[in-house]
């Protein structure tokens, strides 16, 4: 009995047609999958979800090299914040050295009359720029100095063009 064409055909790179033995290894000369095979579907499948999850991981992987670098970024801050925080409590210990009749409600006293300082400057912040937007006497007299000033500065350049004109002739 004779071989049937395509058993002929899968069978030209092997020994037995007197093909190359080497040939059936080489990329390209494989011979082509049926996609109607139950098998070489599953095969595709699986090689499609792998290939998606190879994805997933290098998306994962990126992420984990910017959360690498925040944290290494953070790591530092954490240690200048440290370091910051020791030169403070080595000040605050060498100053209550050298004036050791403060007590603990005298410090908390002084935080308060602190806060209270910053309180009445922004308060006093808020009235200055009120003022200044406020269109009343003092801030059209603020505008006619402004004026005044602009044609003073104007009459000075006038003068020196004049001046640099007289003196080329």
Not at 41 to 66: D, I, S
Not at 88 to 103: C, E, F, H, I, T
Not at 132 to 140: F, R, W
């Amino acid at each position: 009995m004779r071989p049937s064409p395509r058993a002929y055909a899968r069978c030209i790179t092997c020994v037995c047609a007197g093909g190359d033995p080497e040939a059936a290894f080489r990329p390209g000369r494989q011979p082509k999958a049926r996609p109607t095979d139950p098998a070489t579907a599953a095969l595709r499948r699986e090689n499609a979800a792998l290939r998606e999850e190879n994805v997933e991981l290098k998306r994962r992987l990126e992420e984990g090299k910017r959360q690498a670098d925040a944290y290494s970024s953070l790591y530092a801050d954490r240690n200048r914040l440290s370091q910051e925080n020791s030169a403070l409590k080595k000040q605050l210990a060498d100053a209550r050295a050298a004036n050791p009749g403060v007590s603990p409600a005298e410090e908390r006293a002084a935080g308060r009359l602190a806060r209270e300082i910053d309180r009445l400057k922004e308060a006093l912040a808020k009235a200055e720029m009120k003022l200044a937007a406020d269109p009343g006497e003092v801030g059209k007299l603020e505008r006619q100095l402004k004026a005044a000033r602009t044609r003073v500065h104007n009459l000075t350049i006038e003068k020196n063009v004049a001046w640099r004109a007289v003196t080329r002739q």
